[in-house]
C-alpha cells in the first residue's frame, strides 16, 4: 500500500525560503496527481499547488507567485519551493495523492504532514 512521508518544513524569518519534500513509497496509479496542501488550527485543510505527472502544475491563491510545486517521478519525490515566506504562510502542510485532480482534496492518501513556522 501507497503512503507518503513529508520533511523539510521548520522555522524560518519572514522573507525566507523552504523547500518542503514528499517520498512516495511507490508511483502507481494512485500517484497520477499529487498536490500540497496546508492547515492552521481551527482551520479545514486548503490546497495549495497540484501536479499531475508530466509535471504541468496547478496553483490557488494559497500558492500562487511565491510556490513552486515539481516532481521527480524517479526518485518518486514532490516538491514545494516556498519563497519570500510571510507569517501568514505559518501552517501544517501536507501532501497528497489520487488518480485525478478533482479526488485529491478527498484522498485518503494524506502524509503525516511537516510544519512550517515563519516569525517576524
Known amino acids: 500500500q501507497e503512503h507518503l512521508v513529508e520533511s523539510g518544513g521548520g522555522s524560518v524569518q519572514s522573507g525566507g525560503s523552504l523547500v518542503l519534500s514528499c517520498v512516495a513509497s511507490?508511483?502507481?496509479?494512485?500517484?497520477?496527481?499529487m498536490g500540497w496542501f496546508r492547515q492552521t488550527p481551527g482551520n479545514e485543510r486548503e490546497a495549495v499547488a497540484a501536479?499531475?505527472?508530466?509535471?504541468?502544475?496547478s496553483y490557488v491563491d494559497a500558492g500562487k507567485g511565491r510556490f513552486t510545486i515539481s516532481r521527480e517521478n524517479a526518485k518518486k519525490t514532490l516538491y514545494l519551493q516556498m519563497n519570500s515566506l510571510k507569517p501568514e504562510k505559518t501552517a501544517m502542510y501536507y501532501c497528497a495523492a489520487d488518480t485525478t485532480l478533482r479526488k485529491l482534496p478527498s484522498t485518503s492518501l494524506w502524509g503525516q504532514g511537516t510544519p512550517v513556522t515563519v516569525y517576524s
Open positions: 501536479i499531475d505527472g508530466d509535471g504541468r502544475a
Open positions: 511507490e508511483f502507481t496509479y494512485r500517484t497520477a496527481y
